[in-house]
């Protein structure tokens, strides 16, 4: 029962990385750079949160990924 749930939340957790990751702007700071606006202020808090719940998101990852070896293994 308990490893249904945390293969559950591991294959959730995958696509919400994926998500997360995807979302982050390149270097040349996706379409700001294209259309010449600047958007400088919000992007960056933005920015910031969604660096966060990468990490967040990341770390919840490895956690549930190590109990999942441990208790299958």
Do not use: P, Q
Not at 37 to 51: D, G, H, I, K, P
């Amino acid at each position: 029962m308990l490893n249904g749930i945390l293969i559950v939340i591991f294959l959730i957790e995958c696509v919400l990385l994926v998500v997360l990751i995807l979302l982050h702007s390149g270097k040349d700071a996706g379409m700001a750079s294209i259309t010449g606006f600047s958007f400088a202020s919000s992007a960056s808090v933005m920015e910031r949160n969604l660096t966060r719940y990468t990490i967040i998101t990341g770390v919840t990852w490895f956690i549930t990924a190590f109990l999942l070896g441990w208790r299958l293994g």
